[in-house]
């Protein structure tokens, strides 16, 4: 079997056994909802590591979705227009953003986004008449497509939209790195002079990622919005982002499956080290990252990858 | 520890993940069977800068939890605790507020140091219909925003924990004229300034507020802010920091002797005076978010405080501060709704039942009698006192202790906490209580 057909079968084997995980503990919903969210923010990531940039900020675009939807909720109470809207938001703060971090590359590019995002956590603490600073705002119960939903449909609700966004982002992401536009991505990694000469600006391909990006982390705040009820500065805290870019590294850049496989064992992992050892569950997750490091340098995509690259090999 | 590492606990996971299946809802009116165990989920700070209050509070909860094991239990059912850090943020602990409800089947929840964590918990615990208390957090704004059927708060808010010292100031030094300021950036830091100055401003209109003064959460360094008080000479210097930052706040304001100069209220120091030591001076207004203080003058019953403080001792080697006084709030509060929900022989009790048993509950907390109102929140008194240095404790105690009534300095029912402050009237400072000497 070619990789890619792997690719899009385990794809949808990954998404049968979450669902069966969601339907076997009601529990596990939530936690995997999160983690879809988090997979879907990890996703456009993916896209700029592609270009051998990493953002050290991206909580901020995962901050402003989440936050459009606590605003927007009390006057516009429904889901499906919500999740747009905040991804509407996100995309145009990507675009504005965009605009000038694209200019920049590497460790400025990475603390750069670092920077936007503090400031963004330092807004939302210090205008605390409007956001309530650290206590938060309460997302109030919300409709769907006018529809209203009990606890637990709204929940099914939530979790159906993040799962189908996780398989058509996904989807939309491959064929994207497969583009002209993918390639030209590898390219600034590799070398962006040559992307030069061939007439191609790289700061339009990298803006085009980066606004793509903050669209995703968009959509994946909305999520989290949606089903935490409860939106708080820290989504925008650097140690929101450095969680984004530890799934992205725990799951393996190298394929689309990577960052959700990533943030669900990421999820797993929290909740069963916190629910074993309720405080040291940092110290397992920070084992499990430097075993990662240490022995699977692809991440779980690239042990995936490498034994079914075998299996056809054989 | 060694409970929440016992293996059965880590097979119910496995188990719940792999292919048991449970019911999608919960019926809160169920009739309930006498469980084998009471299980009880207690979400806490176990990392961060705020476990200098968790790790205390799971200690007390630890301890008590052995000690009403030993005694047989609440209803003759030996409980067992559910520990959660609130430190990762509000996803993770609303996730593991589900997990322990839905999942571990718990039978109760205590929730939460962090306001915020405790405005996520608190609907949330409504739609599961599962009774939680609310053991530690300050906002005052849970039960003045919405009414819930199933949360009930076993400690004071904010606003009395706020206006005690406003009026213990007023009555010790009612001569002052200037104010400053100094206070964490973040809704704590802003809601008690504001509590504060509401109340100031109808009391004693007048006063000159020089500076107000919000450092960053964490900050490690207040060099700038110390010159810019020791240059303004405010009589008076507020501030509700915590933790780190008020031990460092105290240590530098000291070495540059702005306590010489003013005046200081800090009402919440009673958790930091074993770690400052006699860094800080004699002459300062210290409390203790409720009437916590080892040295009580007159604790309701003198043994069960002492056993409390003896026992929490000789677990921790420090003295039990006031997140250890709520854990046993919490409990004492549990047992009481318990023994009134199974008076005369009652059936176990449901989920609904035992929320009923909550209203116009009374328990004894380690020091008083108290007593959870109609809306759900707790009536608690207010301990503040004036710091002094003796030879029997190593650390600054309390003197000049006033006790402050809780209907004295709680918002009532129905009423905004700032509605409420802007009706005071100087004459509520002729019903202050008298101070009492230290002992």
Redesign the interface.
């Known amino acids: 079997m070619t990789l890619p057909r792997m690719e899009a079968l385990l794809g949808l084997l990954v998404a049968a056994l979450l669902v069966l995980a969601a339907l076997s503990t009601p529990w596990m919903k939530f936690v995997l909802t999160i983690a879809l969210a988090k997979g879907i923010a990890v996703l456009g990531i993916l896209l700029l590591l592609r270009a051998g940039q990493v953002s050290f900020g991206h909580a901020l675009y995962v901050a402003i979705g989440a936050y459009s939807v606590a605003f927007l909720a009390p006057s516009i109470p429904d889901a499906a227009l919500l999740l747009p809207a905040a991804a509407l938001v996100a995309t145009l703060a990507g675009a504005l953003i965009g605009l000038f971090v694209s200019r920049y590359r590497e460790i400025f590019f990475g603390m750069l986004n670092l920077a936007l995002s503090m400031v963004f956590y330092s807004m939302l603490e210090k205008f605390y008449h409007l956001t309530k600073g650290t206590d938060g705002i309460r997302v109030p119960p919300l409709t769907a497509a006018g529809m209203t939903l009990d606890r637990v449909t709204f929940e099914w609700t939530v979790f159906a939209t993040a799962l189908v966004l996780a398989l058509a982002f996904g989807a939309f992401a491959r064929a994207y790195l497969l583009s002209p536009m993918g390639e030209a991505l590898g390219a600034i990694k590799t070398r962006e002079t040559r992307l030069e000469f061939m007439g191609v600006s790289p700061r339009r391909v990298l803006l085009s990622a980066y606004i793509l990006s903050a669209m995703m982390a968009g959509c994946a705040g909305a999520l989290v919005a949606m089903t935490t009820r409860h939106v708080t500065p820290l989504l925008s805290y650097w140690t929101a982002s450095g969680e984004l870019v530890f799934i992205a590294i725990l799951g393996g850049a190298g394929g689309v499956l990577g960052p959700f496989l990533g943030a669900i064992a990421y999820e797993l992992v929290r909740v069963y080290a916190a629910a074993t050892v309720a405080d040291m569950w940092q110290m397992i997750l920070g084992a499990v990252l430097l075993l990662v490091i240490l022995f699977a340098r692809g991440g779980i995509w690239g042990l995936l990858s490498a034994r079914a690259g075998k299996g056809a090999g054989a | 520890m060694t409970h929440?590492?016992s293996p059965s606990?880590?097979q119910m996971?496995a188990a719940?993940?792999?292919?048991?299946?449970?019911p999608?809802?919960l019926s809160a009116q169920a009739p309930a069977q006498r469980p084998t165990e009471l299980r009880i989920g207690v979400t806490t700070f176990?990392?961060g800068p705020a476990s200098v209050f968790g790790v205390p509070g799971r200690q007390a909860a630890e301890m008590l939890a052995e000690e009403i094991n030993r005694e047989g239990g609440i209803g003759g059912v030996p409980i067992r605790l559910f520990?959660?850090?609130e430190a990762?943020?509000?996803?993770?602990l609303?996730?593991?507020f589900?997990?322990l409800?839905?999942?571990e089947r718990v039978d109760v929840m205590f929730a939460s140091i962090?306001?915020?964590s405790c405005?996520?918990c608190t609907?949330?615990a409504e739609?599961l219909r599962k009774v939680t208390l609310l053991w530690d957090c300050g906002?005052q704004?849970i039960f003045e925003e919405r009414r819930y059927q199933y949360a009930f708060r076993t400690q004071a808010n904010a606003t009395p924990e706020i206006l005690a010292p406003l009026l213990y100031l007023m009555k010790t030094r009612p001569d002052f004229r200037t104010i400053a300021v100094l206070n964490q950036?973040?809704?704590?830091g802003?809601d008690s300034w504001e509590i504060w100055k509401t109340a100031m401003d109808v009391l004693k209109p007048g006063t000159r507020v020089v500076a107000e003064l919000f450092p960053?959460?964490g900050a490690t360094d207040f060099s700038a802010e110390v010159t810019r008080l020791l240059a303004l000479r405010p009589d008076v210097i507020l501030s509700t920091s915590w933790g780190g930052e008020l031990d460092t706040f105290i240590r530098q304001a000291n070495e540059r002797r702005l306590f010489e100069r003013s005046t200081f209220v800090l009402p919440l120091a009673e958790s930091s005076l074993e770690r400052v030591g006699r860094t800080l001076p004699a002459g300062h207004i210290v409390g203790s978010r409720g009437d916590h203080w080892h040295q009580h003058p007159r604790p309701a019953n003198p043994q069960a405080l002492q056993r409390f403080v003896e026992g929490f001792r000789r677990r921790t080697n420090a003295y039990p501060i006031y997140p250890a006084y709520h854990m046993a709030q919490a409990f004492s509060a549990l047992r009481a709704a318990y023994a009134r929900a199974l008076q005369g022989g009652a059936a176990w009790p449901s989920d609904a039942q035992l929320a009923a048993a909550f209203n116009g509950l009374e328990f004894d907390s380690p020091t008083a009698r108290m007593r959870i109102r109609e809306d759900g929140q707790g009536l608690e008194p207010q301990l503040i006192g004036t710091t002094a240095h003796t030879d029997r404790f190593p650390f600054p105690v309390l003197d000049n202790m006033v006790i402050f009534p809780p209907e004295l300095v709680t918002t009532p029912v129905g009423q905004n906490s700032v509605a409420w402050l802007r009706t005071l009237t100087p004459e509520i400072l002729a019903r202050v209580p008298d101070a009492i000497r230290a002992g």
């Open positions: 929440a590492l606990r880590r996971l719940g993940f792999g292919s048991v299946v449970l999608g809802t176990l990392s520990f959660v850090d990762p943020g509000i996803d993770h609303v996730g593991e589900r997990r409800v839905q999942n962090s306001s915020g405005l996520a609907p949330l739609e906002t704004r950036d973040y809704a704590w802003r960053r959460f």
